[in-house]
């Protein structure tokens, strides 16, 4: 049972002030000891129905609604001011049912109430008169409450499937992230162990252990960004990593070359940027077979215009997981991404200057 499943209770002690038809016969009409006392015990048993109603759930709501119903019918030919419960009882099915079954018991309740005012002897003329009206009215106070439960607890629910997709969200950037980081790492990393023996086939052992230290670094920087990844992607700044990418395209052997000034851009779009930089400059490492590559930064009106370009020999582009991934990162933040295939293979980001992407 949620909590927008039955009805708040901090408020229940103010509302039993519409007890008043029923307190008043008490001071202005004569009764017997008897009668006080009947009256004293269906107030008692009514308070407790009423009390019971707030408690439990709307589908457990019959069992205390038929209470207060048991009691008003059997004090109101001692005081015909029990037409104040019969309006609670009102309320409470307005409250507890849809529509059709309201529309069906409360048309029950009327009848009970025509019933009782033909059949008895009430010393109220305006027993039916006035408590037909007032038992109508509230139990549509009770319909009012129930619509706005209703809507509290699709708003509940909204947060609930917001905060799930969230997750879903958060579970597919770490993915990508790991591809990203651990792809472009361990292409690193094979390419300083071929290395590294290579030279130490040659007894180059200097050279050799400066490529293995490299590795250990690489391997550490790796290790940090996984950490980085899981809590939220944290990095040095676009021209740092900028920096860094350049360096690795040398290290594999091309001359790589910086053209342009690299845009300020907030953390959001920087991150995004700096994944999707790194997943193709991953790309040309493993794949291009040239030895020249430029990554150049043009703003184009209300735009940024990247560029990455090998001189490789053009072949088949196969768009697996990563690039589709990098797809989805970038129109994250209004960006695309565009591949061609002329002297080499080029990859265009279009970034706008503001992040239209809401």
Not at 132 to 151: C, T
Not at 229 to 239: E, F, I, N, T
Request: glycine share 6%; proline share 3%.
């Amino acid at each position: 049972m949620t909590p927008y499943d039955r009805l708040e209770s901090k408020l229940s002690w103010v509302y039993l002030i519409n007890l008043i038809f029923y307190i008043i016969p008490l001071f202005t009409v004569r009764f017997t000891l008897w009668q006080y006392l009947s009256m004293a015990a269906a107030l008692l048993l009514f308070l407790f129905c009423y009390f019971w109603a707030y408690r439990c759930s709307r589908r457990d709501m019959h069992w205390p609604i038929a209470g207060i119903i048991v009691v008003a019918t059997l004090i109101t030919p001692v005081n015909p001011g029990s037409i104040s419960m019969f309006a609670y009882a009102g309320f409470f099915i307005g409250f507890a049912y849809p529509l059709r079954r309201f529309l069906l018991l409360m048309a029950l309740l009327i009848t009970l109430l025509v019933t009782l005012d033909l059949t008895l002897t009430i010393h109220w003329n305006l027993f039916l008169i006035m408590g037909v009206p007032i038992v109508l009215a509230v139990s549509l106070l009770g319909r009012a409450e129930q619509a706005k439960h209703k809507h509290r607890l699709a708003e509940l629910q909204s947060e609930d499937e917001i905060k799930q997709l969230a997750t879903m969200v958060e579970r597919e950037r770490i993915a990508r992230d790991l591809h990203d980081i651990l792809g472009h790492t361990l292409s690193s990393i094979i390419l300083k162990a071929d290395l590294a023996e290579k030279l130490l086939a040659r007894q180059h052992t200097d050279a050799a252990q400066q490529q293995l230290s490299e590795l250990s670094q690489i391997a550490r920087d790796a290790l940090s960004q996984v950490r980085q990844s899981v809590s939220g992607y944290k990095h040095q700044g676009l021209a740092a990593e900028i920096t860094k990418l350049l360096s690795r395209l040398r290290d594999a052997g091309f001359q790589a070359v910086l053209k342009g000034d690299i845009p300020q851009l907030d953390a959001r779009r920087e991150t995004a940027l700096i994944l999707a930089l790194t997943e193709l400059v991953t790309n040309v490492i493993r794949h291009s077979k040239g030895d020249s590559c430029s990554l150049s930064f043009l703003q184009q009106g209300n735009e940024f215009s990247i560029c990455l370009n090998d001189n490789g020999q053009a072949i088949e582009i196969k768009e697996g997981n990563g690039i589709a991934g990098l797809r989805e990162r970038l129109a994250a933040i209004g960006a695309s991404l565009a591949l061609q295939q002329h002297d080499g293979v080029t990859a265009r980001i279009q970034l706008p200057l503001q992040d239209n992407a809401l």
